[in-house]
């Protein structure tokens, strides 16, 4: 059985920082493409980072320079670190496949930022 298990998440001010993480049961991550979405109020979930089983990264353009995703293939957990946080990335974070067919998505850790 597949777990994801997302942590990390809490409330930050602008500017700040935060490291994600996502403990994985049942699957290897480094042979899964990966991501991490987020889903604020009243909107869809999104892709905001994604990595390959070759450890290539892409980044959506809002996050793009801020956010870093990584694995550990040790720890078979990965991470996404979060640099200059802003208001607008206020929101529920997940990990998942970065593929049509995903796992069961895991309960996600909110993060909030807010003067």
């Known amino acids: 059985q597949v777990q994801l298990v997302e942590s990390g998440g809490g409330l930050v001010q602008p500017g700040e920082s935060l490291r994600l993480s996502c403990a994985a049961s049942?699957?290897?991550?480094?042979?899964?493409?990966m991501g991490w979405y987020r889903q604020a109020p009243g909107k869809q979930r999104e892709l905001v980072a994604a990595i390959t089983t070759g450890g290539t990264t892409n980044y959506a353009d809002s996050v793009k320079g801020r956010f870093t995703i990584s694995r550990s293939v040790a720890k078979n957990t990965l991470f996404l670190q979060m640099n200059s946080l802003k208001p607008e990335d206020t929101a529920v974070y997940y990990c998942?496949?970065?593929?049509?067919?995903?796992?069961?998505w895991g309960q996600g850790t909110q993060v909030t930022v807010s003067s």
């Open positions: 998942n496949r970065n593929s049509p067919i995903k796992y069961s």
């Open positions: 049942g699957i290897r991550l480094s042979i899964n493409p």
